[in-house]
């Protein structure tokens, strides 16, 4: 029998602060958000240092791996103890954030939500002057 500790992956995320509450965390886990190890996993899935995790937030995917336990939420600085994202992830994540930015300043106008300026536009134009 294995005597190594481990812990609730839907408690471990909330406690490194990836989820706001652990019933957010257990909604993600059972919605596939979070892969251990490459598998699809259940909010009592045990979490061991070392493992590797897939941890979808948004557009974000995430890559970490697991470096100490904890049962407890405390400071974001503690937090960030508890994992390290890999490299690739972090360069896979900026380079994702640059695309969509550059394709929001290649939105046509017209299409989609009206920007601020064109919104005064509108209302100036549709306004009834006493």
């Not at 897939?54 to 890559?63: A, H, I, L, P, S």
């Not at 380079?95 to 100036?124: C, D, F, M, T, Y």
Request: hydrophobic share 30%.
């Amino acid at each position: 029998m294995e005597s190594s500790p481990k812990i609730r992956i839907d408690k471990w995320l909330w406690a490194a602060r990836f989820y706001k509450t652990r019933a957010v965390a257990n909604k993600a886990v059972r919605g596939g958000k979070v892969h251990c190890n490459g598998e699809r996993i259940k909010p009592g899935h045990p979490v061991r240092t070392g493992d590797l995790l897939q941890v979808q937030q948004g557009y974000d995917n995430k890559t970490l791996q697991v470096q100490q336990l904890s049962k407890r939420r405390g400071a974001a600085k503690q937090a960030g103890q508890l994992y390290q994202e890999t490299g690739e992830s972090i360069r896979q994540r900026e380079q994702n954030a640059a695309q969509r930015q550059a394709a929001a300043s290649l939105r046509p106008r017209g299409q989609g939500r009206p920007a601020k300026r064109e919104r005064r536009h509108i209302i100036r134009f549709t306004r009834i002057d006493e």
